[in-house]
């Protein structure tokens, strides 16, 4: 199973998208692109709400 997330589905103009096996390592990878990108802090349940799993 992997999981999935994209920007612009979260509600941003961004071409971010991630995908990975590990929901660990995609949380992780999430966080810190919202952090640099868009100046937003998101917690493990915030990311997980927005999460896709394919
Ligand atoms: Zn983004």
């Known amino acids: ?6 920007c612009r ?3 941003y103009d961004c071409d971010f998208m ?3 096996e590990s929901e660990d390592q995609l ?5 810190q692109h ?8 998101m917690s493990r ?3 997980q709400g927005l999460v896709k799993t394919v």
Do not use: C
Not at 1 to 6: G, P, R, Y
Not at 27 to 31: A, K, N, P, S, T
Not at 34 to 41: F, M, R, S
């Open 34 to 41: 919202a952090k640099e990108t868009h100046d937003k802090e």
């Open 18 to 20: 991630i995908r990975s």
């Open 9 to 11: 589905e979260a509600g």
């Open 45 to 47: 349940e915030d990311v």
């Open 27 to 31: 949380i992780e990878m999430v966080q």
């Open 1 to 6: 199973m992997v999981h999935e997330l994209t």
